[in-house]
Protein backbone atom coordinates (compact mmCIF):
# COMPACT_ATOMS: atom_id res chain seq x y z
CA UNK A 1 0.00 0.00 0.00
CA UNK A 2 1.42 3.52 -0.65
CA UNK A 3 2.04 6.18 1.56
CA UNK A 4 -0.83 8.40 -0.06
CA UNK A 5 -3.30 5.49 0.00
CA UNK A 6 -2.40 4.66 3.94
CA UNK A 7 -2.73 8.56 5.22
CA UNK A 8 -6.15 8.55 2.95
CA UNK A 9 -7.15 5.44 4.95
CA UNK A 10 -6.02 6.98 8.25
CA UNK A 11 -7.29 9.95 7.58
CA UNK A 12 -11.25 8.54 7.01
CA UNK A 13 -11.24 6.24 9.83
CA UNK A 14 -10.44 9.10 11.83
CA UNK A 15 -13.07 11.33 10.11
CA UNK A 16 -15.82 8.19 10.95
CA UNK A 17 -14.81 8.34 14.34
CA UNK A 18 -15.59 11.28 14.58
CA UNK A 19 -18.82 10.83 13.12
CA UNK A 20 -19.93 7.66 15.09
CA UNK A 21 -19.38 10.53 17.99
CA UNK A 22 -21.44 12.97 16.22
CA UNK A 23 -24.52 10.28 16.29
CA UNK A 24 -24.57 10.42 19.94
CA UNK A 25 -23.58 14.16 20.05
CA UNK A 26 -26.59 15.14 17.94
CA UNK A 27 -28.99 12.58 19.16
CA UNK A 28 -28.24 13.34 23.30
CA UNK A 29 -29.40 17.54 22.59
CA UNK A 30 -32.92 16.29 22.38
CA UNK A 31 -33.38 16.17 26.49
CA UNK A 32 -31.02 18.84 27.37
CA UNK A 33 -32.27 21.50 24.75
CA UNK A 34 -35.75 20.14 26.08
CA UNK A 35 -34.75 21.60 29.62
CA UNK A 36 -34.81 25.20 27.77
CA UNK A 37 -37.80 24.34 25.63
CA UNK A 38 -39.61 22.81 28.64
CA UNK A 39 -39.11 27.11 30.45
CA UNK A 40 -40.25 28.94 27.27
CA UNK A 41 -43.81 30.91 28.10
CA UNK A 42 -45.67 28.56 24.79
CA UNK A 43 -44.65 25.68 26.04
CA UNK A 44 -45.84 26.29 29.79
CA UNK A 45 -43.93 23.64 31.64
CA UNK A 46 -45.00 20.51 29.78
CA UNK A 47 -43.02 17.78 30.40
CA UNK A 48 -44.50 16.43 27.36
CA UNK A 49 -44.32 19.12 24.66
CA UNK A 50 -40.40 19.88 25.94
CA UNK A 51 -39.49 16.53 24.91
CA UNK A 52 -40.98 17.06 21.45
CA UNK A 53 -37.43 17.70 19.71
CA UNK A 54 -36.52 13.85 20.96
CA UNK A 55 -39.33 12.89 19.28
CA UNK A 56 -38.68 14.18 16.22
CA UNK A 57 -35.13 13.10 16.19
CA UNK A 58 -36.27 9.56 16.51
CA UNK A 59 -39.32 9.86 14.64
CA UNK A 60 -37.30 10.29 11.68
CA UNK A 61 -36.01 7.13 11.84
CA UNK A 62 -39.38 5.64 11.14
CA UNK A 63 -39.14 7.04 7.66
CA UNK A 64 -35.21 7.15 6.50
CA UNK A 65 -34.78 3.33 8.56
CA UNK A 66 -35.64 1.25 5.28
CA UNK A 67 -34.48 3.79 2.54
CA UNK A 68 -30.61 4.89 4.27
CA UNK A 69 -30.63 0.75 3.90
CA UNK A 70 -30.95 0.89 0.41
CA UNK A 71 -28.96 4.33 -0.03
CA UNK A 72 -25.84 2.04 -0.18
CA UNK A 73 -26.34 -0.04 -2.88
CA UNK A 74 -27.93 2.53 -4.86
CA UNK A 75 -25.17 5.52 -4.21
CA UNK A 76 -22.64 3.78 -2.27
CA UNK A 77 -21.05 4.31 1.30
CA UNK A 78 -19.07 7.31 0.34
CA UNK A 79 -22.32 9.16 -1.24
CA UNK A 80 -24.73 7.81 1.14
CA UNK A 81 -21.87 9.36 4.47
CA UNK A 82 -21.43 12.82 2.29
CA UNK A 83 -25.31 13.35 1.81
CA UNK A 84 -25.79 11.81 5.90
CA UNK A 85 -23.03 14.91 6.69
CA UNK A 86 -24.80 17.31 4.59
CA UNK A 87 -28.25 16.55 6.11
CA UNK A 88 -26.84 17.02 9.53
CA UNK A 89 -25.33 20.17 9.03
CA UNK A 90 -28.74 21.42 7.76
CA UNK A 91 -30.99 19.97 10.59
CA UNK A 92 -28.34 21.63 12.79
CA UNK A 93 -28.08 25.05 11.11
CA UNK A 94 -32.14 24.68 11.34
CA UNK A 95 -32.08 24.56 14.96
CA UNK A 96 -29.18 27.46 15.18
CA UNK A 97 -31.83 29.38 13.45
CA UNK A 98 -34.55 28.56 16.22
CA UNK A 99 -32.77 30.83 18.28
CA UNK A 100 -32.99 33.75 16.56
CA UNK A 101 -34.51 36.68 18.33
CA UNK A 102 -36.92 37.73 15.02
CA UNK A 103 -38.36 34.22 15.77
CA UNK A 104 -40.90 34.41 18.26
CA UNK A 105 -43.74 32.76 19.92
CA UNK A 106 -44.50 29.12 19.03
CA UNK A 107 -42.06 30.32 15.58
CA UNK A 108 -39.01 29.20 17.14
CA UNK A 109 -40.22 26.07 18.30
CA UNK A 110 -41.59 24.92 15.41
CA UNK A 111 -38.29 25.81 13.84
CA UNK A 112 -36.30 23.95 16.15
CA UNK A 113 -39.02 21.26 15.97
CA UNK A 114 -38.14 20.68 12.40
CA UNK A 115 -34.42 20.96 12.65
CA UNK A 116 -34.30 18.12 15.32
CA UNK A 117 -36.26 16.13 12.29
CA UNK A 118 -33.70 16.52 9.76
CA UNK A 119 -30.78 16.13 12.50
CA UNK A 120 -32.99 12.74 13.18
CA UNK A 121 -32.86 11.61 9.55
CA UNK A 122 -29.27 12.54 9.13
CA UNK A 123 -28.07 10.63 12.39
CA UNK A 124 -30.09 7.70 10.77
CA UNK A 125 -28.24 7.52 7.82
CA UNK A 126 -25.13 7.81 9.44
CA UNK A 127 -26.14 5.35 11.94
CA UNK A 128 -26.75 3.18 8.82
CA UNK A 129 -23.35 3.30 6.92
CA UNK A 130 -20.76 4.39 9.52
CA UNK A 131 -20.82 0.27 10.90
CA UNK A 132 -20.11 -1.06 7.64
CA UNK A 133 -17.44 1.59 6.19
CA UNK A 134 -15.41 1.38 9.21
CA UNK A 135 -15.14 -2.18 8.71
CA UNK A 136 -14.34 -1.30 5.15
CA UNK A 137 -11.86 0.79 5.80
CA UNK A 138 -10.82 -2.08 7.99
CA UNK A 139 -10.44 -4.63 5.78
CA UNK A 140 -12.81 -6.40 7.72
CA UNK A 141 -12.22 -9.49 10.12
CA UNK A 142 -10.58 -8.27 13.88
CA UNK A 143 -9.29 -5.47 12.22
CA UNK A 144 -12.61 -3.73 11.09
CA UNK A 145 -14.38 -5.05 14.19
CA UNK A 146 -11.77 -3.41 16.77
CA UNK A 147 -12.66 -0.04 15.07
CA UNK A 148 -16.08 -0.52 15.55
CA UNK A 149 -15.20 -0.97 18.95
CA UNK A 150 -13.31 2.29 19.12
CA UNK A 151 -15.83 3.64 17.90
CA UNK A 152 -18.49 2.89 20.19
CA UNK A 153 -16.41 3.67 22.32
CA UNK A 154 -15.89 7.17 21.47
CA UNK A 155 -20.04 7.17 20.68
CA UNK A 156 -20.37 6.29 24.78
CA UNK A 157 -18.10 9.09 25.43
CA UNK A 158 -19.51 11.74 23.27
CA UNK A 159 -23.05 10.79 24.59
CA UNK A 160 -21.89 11.14 28.38
CA UNK A 161 -20.73 14.79 27.30
CA UNK A 162 -23.40 16.00 25.82
CA UNK A 163 -25.84 16.59 28.51
CA UNK A 164 -22.99 17.31 30.88
CA UNK A 165 -21.73 20.42 28.25
CA UNK A 166 -25.20 21.26 27.53
CA UNK A 167 -26.32 21.77 31.46
CA UNK A 168 -23.38 23.59 32.26
CA UNK A 169 -24.11 26.24 29.62
CA UNK A 170 -27.74 26.64 30.57
CA UNK A 171 -26.71 27.09 34.15
CA UNK A 172 -29.81 28.42 36.14
CA UNK A 173 -33.22 27.62 34.30
CA UNK A 174 -35.52 30.18 34.22
CA UNK A 175 -38.39 31.67 31.66
CA UNK A 176 -36.06 33.78 29.96
CA UNK A 177 -33.17 31.26 29.12
CA UNK A 178 -32.48 31.53 25.41
CA UNK A 179 -31.44 29.25 22.80
CA UNK A 180 -28.24 31.57 22.20
CA UNK A 181 -27.08 30.05 25.47
CA UNK A 182 -26.25 26.74 23.90
CA UNK A 183 -24.66 27.66 20.51
CA UNK A 184 -21.29 26.68 21.42
CA UNK A 185 -22.62 22.79 20.83
CA UNK A 186 -24.22 23.81 17.37
CA UNK A 187 -21.10 25.86 16.31
CA UNK A 188 -19.43 22.49 17.23
CA UNK A 189 -21.48 20.11 15.29
CA UNK A 190 -21.64 22.34 12.42
CA UNK A 191 -17.78 22.55 12.28
CA UNK A 192 -17.25 18.95 12.67
CA UNK A 193 -19.86 18.15 9.64
CA UNK A 194 -18.94 20.62 7.54
CA UNK A 195 -14.86 19.56 8.17
CA UNK A 196 -16.11 15.30 7.56
CA UNK A 197 -17.57 16.70 4.23
CA UNK A 198 -14.81 18.27 3.04
CA UNK A 199 -12.08 15.37 4.39
CA UNK A 200 -14.40 12.96 2.28
CA UNK A 201 -14.94 14.83 -0.70
CA UNK A 202 -11.41 13.93 -1.36
CA UNK A 203 -10.71 10.35 -0.17
CA UNK A 204 -11.22 7.80 -2.52
CA UNK A 205 -13.13 4.99 -0.94
CA UNK A 206 -13.97 1.92 -2.78
CA UNK A 207 -17.60 0.25 -1.76
CA UNK A 208 -17.45 -2.97 -1.41
CA UNK A 209 -18.93 -5.89 -4.20
CA UNK A 210 -22.59 -5.54 -3.54
CA UNK A 211 -24.92 -8.64 -5.70
CA UNK A 212 -28.40 -7.54 -7.19
CA UNK A 213 -31.69 -8.73 -6.21
CA UNK A 214 -33.08 -10.79 -9.41
CA UNK A 215 -36.01 -13.03 -9.57
CA UNK A 216 -34.31 -15.88 -8.54
CA UNK A 217 -33.16 -14.80 -5.40
CA UNK A 218 -36.55 -12.71 -4.46
CA UNK A 219 -37.36 -14.36 -0.78
CA UNK A 220 -40.41 -16.66 -0.17
CA UNK A 221 -40.97 -15.02 3.17
CA UNK A 222 -39.76 -11.99 5.51
CA UNK A 223 -38.64 -11.36 8.61
CA UNK A 224 -42.41 -11.25 9.98
CA UNK A 225 -42.53 -14.74 9.37
CA UNK A 226 -40.66 -15.85 12.40
CA UNK A 227 -42.34 -14.86 15.37
CA UNK A 228 -39.22 -14.69 17.64
CA UNK A 229 -37.98 -12.02 15.01
CA UNK A 230 -41.28 -9.78 15.64
CA UNK A 231 -41.02 -9.84 19.07
CA UNK A 232 -37.73 -8.98 18.69
CA UNK A 233 -38.85 -5.64 16.92
CA UNK A 234 -41.50 -4.78 19.90
CA UNK A 235 -37.85 -4.99 22.23
CA UNK A 236 -35.84 -2.70 20.24
CA UNK A 237 -38.53 -0.22 20.22
CA UNK A 238 -38.99 -0.72 23.89
CA UNK A 239 -35.34 -0.79 24.49
CA UNK A 240 -34.11 2.48 22.62
CA UNK A 241 -37.18 4.22 24.65
CA UNK A 242 -36.00 3.13 28.14
CA UNK A 243 -32.17 3.44 26.79
CA UNK A 244 -33.14 7.69 25.80
CA UNK A 245 -35.86 8.46 28.52
CA UNK A 246 -34.18 7.13 31.53
CA UNK A 247 -31.94 9.96 31.68
CA UNK A 248 -34.21 12.45 29.77
CA UNK A 249 -36.87 12.16 32.15
CA UNK A 250 -33.63 12.41 35.07
CA UNK A 251 -32.70 15.17 33.27
CA UNK A 252 -35.92 16.70 33.82
CA UNK A 253 -36.35 16.34 37.14
CA UNK A 254 -33.23 17.56 38.58
CA UNK A 255 -33.72 20.37 36.48
CA UNK A 256 -36.95 21.34 37.34
CA UNK A 257 -36.90 24.19 40.07
CA UNK A 258 -40.76 24.72 40.22
CA UNK A 259 -42.80 25.23 43.11
CA UNK A 260 -44.85 21.82 42.09
CA UNK A 261 -42.33 20.25 39.86
CA UNK A 262 -39.37 17.55 41.08
CA UNK A 263 -36.99 17.41 43.20
CA UNK A 264 -35.59 21.27 44.35
CA UNK A 265 -31.82 21.48 45.99
CA UNK A 266 -32.53 24.97 47.97
CA UNK A 267 -28.70 25.15 47.64
CA UNK A 268 -28.54 24.40 43.63
CA UNK A 269 -31.19 26.09 42.02
CA UNK A 270 -28.55 28.57 40.37
CA UNK A 271 -27.02 25.35 38.76
CA UNK A 272 -30.67 23.13 38.38
CA UNK A 273 -29.62 22.50 34.81
CA UNK A 274 -26.35 21.83 35.70
CA UNK A 275 -26.53 19.07 38.18
CA UNK A 276 -29.51 17.89 35.96
CA UNK A 277 -27.25 17.51 33.02
CA UNK A 278 -24.06 16.01 35.01
CA UNK A 279 -26.85 13.25 36.74
CA UNK A 280 -27.75 12.28 33.23
CA UNK A 281 -23.80 11.99 31.76
CA UNK A 282 -23.23 9.37 34.54
CA UNK A 283 -25.92 7.10 33.75
CA UNK A 284 -24.12 7.15 29.66
CA UNK A 285 -21.11 6.94 31.60
CA UNK A 286 -21.78 3.85 33.49
CA UNK A 287 -23.15 2.64 29.75
CA UNK A 288 -19.92 3.22 28.37
CA UNK A 289 -18.44 0.97 31.46
CA UNK A 290 -20.58 -1.84 30.80
CA UNK A 291 -19.82 -1.94 27.10
CA UNK A 292 -16.45 -2.46 27.88
CA UNK A 293 -17.34 -5.13 31.14
CA UNK A 294 -19.42 -6.92 28.71
CA UNK A 295 -17.57 -7.80 25.58
CA UNK A 296 -15.08 -9.36 27.99
CA UNK A 297 -17.57 -11.67 29.11
CA UNK A 298 -19.24 -11.36 26.14
CA UNK A 299 -18.00 -14.58 25.07
CA UNK A 300 -18.84 -17.21 28.06
CA UNK A 301 -22.12 -15.29 28.86
CA UNK A 302 -25.23 -16.34 26.15
CA UNK A 303 -27.11 -12.89 25.04
CA UNK A 304 -30.41 -14.41 26.85
CA UNK A 305 -28.39 -14.80 30.15
CA UNK A 306 -27.40 -11.26 29.94
CA UNK A 307 -31.16 -10.01 28.99
CA UNK A 308 -32.43 -12.03 32.08
CA UNK A 309 -29.99 -11.00 34.33
CA UNK A 310 -29.95 -6.87 33.35
CA UNK A 311 -33.75 -6.16 32.84
CA UNK A 312 -34.43 -8.10 36.15
CA UNK A 313 -31.93 -5.92 38.01
CA UNK A 314 -33.12 -2.71 35.96
CA UNK A 315 -36.88 -3.73 36.78
CA UNK A 316 -35.59 -3.69 40.89
CA UNK A 317 -34.08 -0.78 39.95
CA UNK A 318 -36.78 1.34 38.52
CA UNK A 319 -39.29 -0.31 41.09
CA UNK A 320 -36.92 0.98 44.26
CA UNK A 321 -36.60 4.61 42.30
CA UNK A 322 -39.96 4.86 42.04
CA UNK A 323 -41.32 3.78 46.03
CA UNK A 324 -38.09 6.14 47.55
CA UNK A 325 -39.05 9.01 48.77
CA UNK A 326 -37.63 11.94 47.61
CA UNK A 327 -35.85 12.74 50.57
CA UNK A 328 -33.78 10.33 50.63
CA UNK A 329 -30.84 12.22 49.41
CA UNK A 330 -27.10 10.68 48.65
CA UNK A 331 -23.96 12.77 47.40
CA UNK A 332 -23.14 12.29 43.87
CA UNK A 333 -19.94 14.14 41.92
CA UNK A 334 -20.78 16.73 39.95
CA UNK A 335 -18.47 17.35 37.12
CA UNK A 336 -18.47 21.45 36.00
CA UNK A 337 -16.88 20.57 32.70
CA UNK A 338 -16.55 24.48 31.80
CA UNK A 339 -14.75 24.76 34.79
CA UNK A 340 -12.83 21.69 34.89
CA UNK A 341 -12.92 21.11 38.32
CA UNK A 342 -15.51 18.12 40.69
CA UNK A 343 -17.25 18.45 43.68
CA UNK A 344 -20.04 16.47 45.69
CA UNK A 345 -23.60 17.71 45.20
CA UNK A 346 -27.09 16.15 47.23
CA UNK A 347 -29.56 14.66 44.74
CA UNK A 348 -32.20 12.08 45.73
CA UNK A 349 -31.41 8.07 45.98
CA UNK A 350 -34.25 7.25 43.31
CA UNK A 351 -31.46 9.23 41.07
CA UNK A 352 -28.76 7.32 41.81
CA UNK A 353 -30.89 4.07 41.19
CA UNK A 354 -31.88 5.74 38.04
CA UNK A 355 -28.55 6.23 36.88
CA UNK A 356 -27.34 2.71 38.18
CA UNK A 357 -29.81 1.68 34.88
CA UNK A 358 -27.42 2.45 32.88
CA UNK A 359 -25.30 -0.88 33.39
CA UNK A 360 -28.30 -2.61 32.49
CA UNK A 361 -28.93 -1.01 29.18
CA UNK A 362 -25.36 -1.16 28.25
CA UNK A 363 -25.68 -4.97 26.67
CA UNK A 364 -29.53 -4.51 25.81
CA UNK A 365 -28.99 -3.44 22.09
CA UNK A 366 -26.71 -6.23 21.02
CA UNK A 367 -28.24 -8.91 23.46
CA UNK A 368 -32.22 -8.13 21.66
CA UNK A 369 -30.27 -8.11 18.10
CA UNK A 370 -28.54 -11.38 18.66
CA UNK A 371 -31.73 -13.06 19.50
CA UNK A 372 -34.19 -11.54 17.05
CA UNK A 373 -31.78 -12.66 14.14
CA UNK A 374 -30.85 -16.63 15.30
CA UNK A 375 -31.58 -18.09 13.10
CA UNK A 376 -32.63 -16.07 10.64
CA UNK A 377 -30.00 -16.29 7.71
CA UNK A 378 -30.51 -14.40 4.39
CA UNK A 379 -33.15 -12.62 5.52
CA UNK A 380 -30.94 -10.78 8.78
CA UNK A 381 -30.23 -7.77 6.26
CA UNK A 382 -33.75 -7.00 5.79
CA UNK A 383 -34.49 -7.57 9.80
CA UNK A 384 -31.81 -4.91 10.24
CA UNK A 385 -33.17 -2.46 8.44
CA UNK A 386 -36.64 -2.99 10.89
CA UNK A 387 -34.39 -2.94 13.48
CA UNK A 388 -33.02 0.41 12.39
CA UNK A 389 -36.70 1.86 11.81
CA UNK A 390 -37.74 0.74 15.77
CA UNK A 391 -35.13 3.53 17.06
CA UNK A 392 -38.44 5.52 16.81
CA UNK A 393 -38.87 3.94 20.02
CA UNK A 394 -36.50 6.55 21.78
CA UNK A 395 -38.76 9.04 20.70
CA UNK A 396 -42.28 7.66 21.26
CA UNK A 397 -41.54 6.56 25.06
CA UNK A 398 -40.23 9.38 26.77
CA UNK A 399 -43.38 11.54 25.62
CA UNK A 400 -45.45 9.33 26.92
CA UNK A 401 -43.50 8.81 30.22
CA UNK A 402 -43.40 12.81 30.08
CA UNK A 403 -47.05 12.63 29.74
CA UNK A 404 -47.75 10.75 33.15
CA UNK A 405 -44.33 13.02 34.36
CA UNK A 406 -47.24 16.18 33.94
CA UNK A 407 -50.15 14.36 36.01
CA UNK A 408 -48.62 11.85 38.76
CA UNK A 409 -45.17 13.13 39.40
CA UNK A 410 -41.94 12.33 37.85
CA UNK A 411 -40.98 9.42 39.79
CA UNK A 412 -44.37 7.43 39.59
CA UNK A 413 -44.15 8.01 35.57
CA UNK A 414 -41.18 5.79 35.30
CA UNK A 415 -43.92 2.77 35.20
CA UNK A 416 -43.61 3.33 31.42
CA UNK A 417 -39.40 2.18 31.53
CA UNK A 418 -41.00 -0.72 34.06
CA UNK A 419 -43.55 -2.17 31.76
CA UNK A 420 -40.82 -1.87 28.79
CA UNK A 421 -38.07 -3.98 31.19
CA UNK A 422 -40.62 -6.43 32.03
CA UNK A 423 -41.37 -6.75 27.96
CA UNK A 424 -37.75 -7.57 27.52
CA UNK A 425 -37.62 -9.75 30.20
CA UNK A 426 -40.60 -11.86 28.90
CA UNK A 427 -38.45 -11.48 25.92
CA UNK A 428 -35.61 -13.16 26.88
CA UNK A 429 -37.52 -15.87 28.92
CA UNK A 430 -39.82 -17.08 26.26
CA UNK A 431 -40.60 -14.68 23.46
CA UNK A 432 -36.96 -14.98 21.87
CA UNK A 433 -37.33 -18.73 21.08
CA UNK A 434 -37.63 -19.53 17.49
CA UNK A 435 -40.74 -21.87 16.66
CA UNK A 436 -40.58 -21.29 12.71
CA UNK A 437 -37.27 -23.55 12.34
CA UNK A 438 -39.32 -25.35 9.45
CA UNK A 439 -38.71 -21.95 7.52
CA UNK A 440 -35.51 -22.27 4.93
CA UNK A 441 -33.13 -19.81 5.22
CA UNK A 442 -30.05 -20.64 3.23
Given at each position: MSNQKKNGSIIAIVTMMFLYAMIAFVTNLGAPIGVVMKNDPEVGGSNM???????????????MGIPAGKMLTRIGYKKTAMLGILVGFIGVLIQFISGFEALEGYTDNVVYLTGAFVSGLSVCMLNTVVNPMLNLLGGGGNRGNQLNMIGGTLNSLSGTMTPMLVGALIGQVTRETDFVQINLVLYIAMAV??????????????????????????????????RHCTLGVIAIFVYVGVEVGIPGGLNFYLSDTSANGG????????????????????????MLIGRLVSSAIAGKVSSRQLMLATTSVGMVLIIAAILTPKDVTVSMPLVKILEGTVEMTTVPMSALLLVLCGLCTSVMWASIFNLATEGLGKYTAQASGIFMMMVVGGGVLPVVQSFFADFMGYMPSYFVYLLAMAYMFYYALIGCKNVNKDIPVE
Open positions: LAMLGNFMNFFAYLFFAAAFCVLAFIPIKDPEMGKVTAATKFEHTPWSFWVNPEAVLNAATIGGAVAAMYWLL
